[in-house]
Nanobody
Framework: VQLQASGGGLVQAGDSLRLSCAAS????????IGWFRQAPGKEREFVAA??????SYAGSVRGRFTISRDNAKNTVYLQMNSLKPEDTAAYYC???????????????????WGQGTQVTVSS
């Protein structure tokens, strides 16, 4: 499956953004979709994931970010509210199959990656 991430931009603290991850080649509904982010000089970190029947979030974004699917559009979204400067990073979506709940935070479990979309939050 090929993934295309979009929706990043420059916003102020407290603003919202919605990232999109559009798929082609395969239907996304059968995959676990994860969002990860990487800030300059830091390792890639887990943000959120959606399996077929549940969602998971990093503690730093829980309550502010929401991951959702639109199967008709073969797209997964990451709604980001109350953005903070520490959310500044390149955001990546990824797809994987057969992930158990405890493995959704591991980027090595995902086999397809989209290109990053930059999110910059100014204070």
């Amino acid at each position: 499956v090929q993934l295309q991430a979009s929706g990043g931009g420059l916003v102020q603290a407290g603003d919202s953004l919605r990232l999109s991850c559009a798929a082609s080649g395969r239907t996304l509904s059968t995959y676990t979709i994860g969002w990860f982010r990487q800030a300059p000089g830091k390792e890639r970190e887990f943000v959120a994931a959606a399996r077929r029947s549940d969602t998971s979030y990093a503690g730093s974004v829980r309550g502010r970010f929401t991951i959702s699917r639109d199967n008709a559009k073969n797209t997964v979204y990451l709604q980001m509210n109350s953005l903070k400067p520490e959310d500044t990073a390149a955001y990546y979506c990824a797809a994987g199959s057969g992930l158990i709940l405890s493995s959704v935070t591991d980027p090595e479990r995902y086999t397809s990656w989209g290109q990053g979309t930059q999110v910059t939050v100014s204070s």
